[in-house]
Structures are given as C-alpha cells and as structure tokens.
Nanobody, 125 residues
Framework: QAQLVESGGGSVQTGDSLTLSCGVSKFMSRRMCLGWFRQSPEKEREGVASIDTGGDITWYDYSVRGRFKISQDKTTVYLQMSDLKPEDTGVYYC????????????????????WGQGTQVTVSS
C-alpha cells in the first residue's frame, strides 16, 4: 500500500560518499519498518540497513557497518553512504512493512510488503 520512490544513485569512485533518498507516502501504519536492500548480478538481494520509525532503532549489515547510516523524517528515509567500495555496487531499493506485522525490522526482503523501483549505485575502482 505504501508508495516509495528512490533517488540519489549515481556513479562514484572508491572512497566517495553518496546519499540515497526514498520518499514514502501512503503509510500503512503509524509505525513502520523501512529498509534498504541492494542487488547485483553477482549477489542476491540482501538487506543493507533498516530502521524502526517508532524509536529510530536501526540495523546494519556487517559489510556496511560504520560506513552507512540510515535515518528518516516524516516522509523520507535516507541512506548516507561513505567510503564506498566497488562491492557496494548494485541497485538499491527501499522497502516498507507495517511494524505491527513483523517481529523486528531486520528481516529478509520477502517480509517487506512495499517496494520502490530501485536506484543504481556504481562504485568504480
């Protein structure tokens, strides 16, 4: 039911920074899980970060911990990425699911119900 639109992707070099944004509308509930996932030809879709909008509880995949930061305001979820590496290359998707429907926000992609169209991030060495 929620509508999500990603933006901010692009081509950068190793070590650069980039911030992705995802506009969210038509929230399904007051409290949501919002997540960022990525997918590449070499890897299946994987969770990158998630946030519980009720208490700003966040989770990060080990591969990006310390380099990425997820945050949100009333209408947008952000993914601030720094010290980018070639292995960060992929299509990044934001996704949402009502918090009350799940036990936590750190979930496989199939547990998220609404998705954006994706935005490409390419990190060149």
């Amino acid at each position: 039911q929620a509508q999500l639109v990603e933006s901010g992707g692009g081509s950068v070099q190793t070590g650069d920074s980039l911030t992705l944004s995802c506009g969210v509308s038509k929230f399904m509930s007051r409290r949501m899980c919002l997540g960022w996932f990525r997918q590449s030809p070499e890897k299946e879709r994987e969770g990158v970060a998630s946030i519980d909008t009720g208490g700003d509880i966040t989770w990060y995949d080990y591969s990006v911990r310390g380099r990425f930061k997820i945050s949100q305001d009333k209408t947008t979820v952000y993914l601030q990425m720094s010290d980018l590496k070639p292995e960060d290359t992929g299509v990044y998707y934001c996704a949402a699911v009502p918090r009350f429907q799940v036990p936590r926000c750190n979930l496989p992609s199939e547990e998220y119900s609404d998705w954006g169209q994706g935005t490409q991030v390419t990190v060149s060495s």
